[in-house]
């Protein structure tokens, strides 16, 4: 079987750089090891996405509703202190409703609109903020994410814990065998997402809204990362 010399340049490339690394790997003494660390924290802000849904005759009459408490509830926000940048009201949907006799064609019975609200802010506002979301109609919590304003620096302070977790392993264990690090031969890393999130039905939105001493638990930082150190010989 003949080669042209742009196959010679394919099969020496990269699938043969692949395989002399897997054949140095299998030549080495390796030592792996895993670190991890978890950091929890108390969370001082919200993410809160809340919806109106209304149900009307036409598309426009619901539409209008939809805009009319949500405009209602933004104004309100602002006189909060909520920042307007802090706000997302963008979304709509419409979607026609239908009732569907038994034998005969579906009825078209009006329209259903639903907009959502989203917006970040101080955790010690969001027991009003859900009072006067059902004050001017949102019905509806879509979602809860707890927060810290300290984010970066915790997860960085997670990294650096999962690496330092990594190093004392790895060090006890050569140590344990009677054997010495030579450097490290490969890293594996994917990066986290802190944890924390409370998801409220319609039901109990307003008890929510309106039980002061109700506990937010803890944001969880954790991370993880994968390192074999090559051992002397």
């Given amino acids: ?15 043969a750089l692949l395989a002399s690394y897997a054949l140095q790997a299998a030549d080495l003494p390796l030592l792996e090891t895993v670190g991890v660390s978890q950091i929890e924290a108390e969370p001082d802000q919200a993410q809160v996405t809340v919806a109106v849904v209304v149900k009307a005759d036409t ?6 509703q939809a805009d009319t408490a ?3 509830f933004i104004e309100r926000l602002l006189k909060t202190g909520v920042a307007k940048q802090d706000i997302s009201s963008a979304n709509l ?7 569907y006799p038994k034998d005969e064609e579906p009825v078209l019975v009006g329209y259903r ?5 989203t917006l970040t802010l101080p955790l010690a506002l969001l027991n009003p903020v859900l009072d006067k979301a059902l004050a001017e109609g949102l019905n ?3 979602a809860i994410n707890l927060k810290s304003s300290k984010e970066l620096q915790l997860k960085l302070q997670a990294r650096d ?4 977790d990594a190093k004392q392993k790895a060090k006890a264990l050569a140590k344990g065998f009677d054997a010495k690090l030579d450097g490290v031969w490969s890293i594996r890393y994917f990066e986290q997402t802190p944890v924390a999130s409370l998801r409220f039905s319609t039901a109990e939105l307003k008890q929510a809204s309106s039980d002061q001493s109700y506990q937010y638990g803890s944001v969880t930082f954790s991370d993880r990362v994968e390192v074999s150190y090559k051992l002397k010989q």
């Fill in 161 to 164: 814990a999962a690496i330092a």
């Fill in 70 to 72: 949500v405009a209602a």
């Fill in 140 to 142: 509806s919590v879509r």
């Fill in 113 to 117: 609109a639903s907009r959502d609200v």
């Fill in 1 to 15: 079987m003949k080669f042209s010399p742009l196959t010679r340049v394919v099969l020496c490339g990269m699938p």
């Fill in 59 to 64: 598309a426009a009459a619901a539409k209008d």
């Fill in 93 to 99: 949907a419409l979607a026609p409703q239908y009732r």
